[in-house]
Each structure stands twice: as C-alpha cells, then as structure tokens.
C-alpha cells in the first residue's frame, strides 16, 4: 500500500522521488491514520486546483508538507467542502387537507363531544 500511495504522489504531482525509509515512514503513518488512496488524490486534486488558482503556493505539494497528518487532514476536509454542495432538500408536498365531514358526520361528533363534556362535568361533581 505504501508503494501503491507514494506511485499515486509520483504519477500525479510528475515527479519522480525515490522511495526511501524516511519518506516509507511518513506514508507509514499517514495510512496508518486511517487515509486512503481517494483520500490522496482528493487532497493532491485540490491542491493543484488551488495552486493554479494562486490561492496556495507549490510547496504545499512538497512530499514532506503533504505527509502531515494533521495539515493533510484538513486539506482533504477543506476539499470536499470546496468540492461538494449540500445536495438541496427535496420539496415537501404539503400536507392534505382532512377530508371533509358530511354535515351529519359533524352533527354525529359534535354530539359525542357534548356527552364526554358531560361526562367530565359529572365525575367533577
């Protein structure tokens, strides 16, 4: 996987840096904090996109910056920020109407009312 990553660095960025233990250790923990190969070309894709735009300078892609667990992180958390709208809720119907009772259903309700009125007025007593 370490080889795999630092390839993906290389391929992206047009570079070709040798592989050595000091640069194996760094992805070693980079990876072992839990990041992916998406993970690497979201933030390396951002990256490049800042830079072209003059918003970041070049060094941000330098192997030891980029390596940082903590800078890396929040690069990539900034990326889908900056890459991904809130997708926009879905229109909500608006609630129908209840049905319209017939005048003698409304009589029929009413009635039971006044009786539960009753009722309660009673046990009150």
Sequence with gaps: M???AHQLYCQLTGQNLRLGFDRERM???LLRAGFSLQDLRAVITYLQ???QAGRRYVG??????????????????ISRVR??????LPARPAPSPPPA??????EQARLRALECLRQ???SLR
């Design 27 to 29: 992805w070693y923990e």
């Design 101 to 106: 009772l017939s005048t003698a259903d409304q």
């Design 60 to 77: 941000a892609l330098k192997l030891c910056n980029l390596l940082q667990p903590d800078r890396f992180e929040e690069d990539l958390q």
């Design 120 to 122: 309660i007025n009673a």
């Design 83 to 88: 890459l991904r709208a809130p997708p926009p």
């Design 2 to 4: 370490i080889a795999q």
């Design 49 to 51: 996109r800042e830079i």
